[in-house]
């Protein structure tokens, strides 16, 4: 699997970002694909991960608010809508590919040792 991101750049506390991920080599039919953050001097934090049926979850209830996941029919793409955002949300953030799953609980946020395939990331900064 190859992961590619893009969308990222400097945005003003409230504005919005539309995160991309060009996606090729997922197994049909199966696997999760998820959006991770992270900031220097930090562990990777896991925010939203969809299934192949296009069932999503969110780290925490909140976040539905704010971030939306989505995929397009094809998986060849998935993005995150990011509304609303805060100085607190700046992170490289990062796509990540499961391989196996048919269902994509939120548990996997916290188990991205699951994730067997990840993007090389893109720096959102909010100001």
């Known amino acids: 699997v190859q992961l590619v991101e893009s969308g990222g750049g400097s945005v003003q506390a409230g504005g919005s970002l539309r995160l991309s991920c060009a996606v090729s080599?997922?197994?049909?039919?199966?696997?999760?694909l998820a959006w991770f953050r992270q900031v220097p001097g930090q562990g990777r934090e896991g925010l939203a991960v969809?299934?192949?049926?296009?069932?999503?979850?969110y780290k925490e209830e909140s976040m539905r608010g704010r971030f939306t996941i989505s995929q397009d029919n094809a998986r060849s793409m998935l993005y995150l809508q990011m509304d609303s955002l805060k100085p607190e949300d700046t992170a490289m953030y990062y796509c990540?590919?499961?391989?196996?799953?048919?269902?994509?609980?939120?548990?996997?946020?916290?188990?991205?040792?699951?994730?067997?395939?990840w993007g090389q990331g893109t720096q959102v900064t909010v100001s």
């Open positions: 080599g997922l197994p049909e039919k199966s696997g999760c």
């Open positions: 990540a590919a499961e391989r196996y799953l048919l269902r994509c609980g939120t548990w996997l946020l916290y188990a991205d040792t699951h994730f067997y395939a």
């Open positions: 969809i299934a192949n049926d296009g069932t999503s979850n």
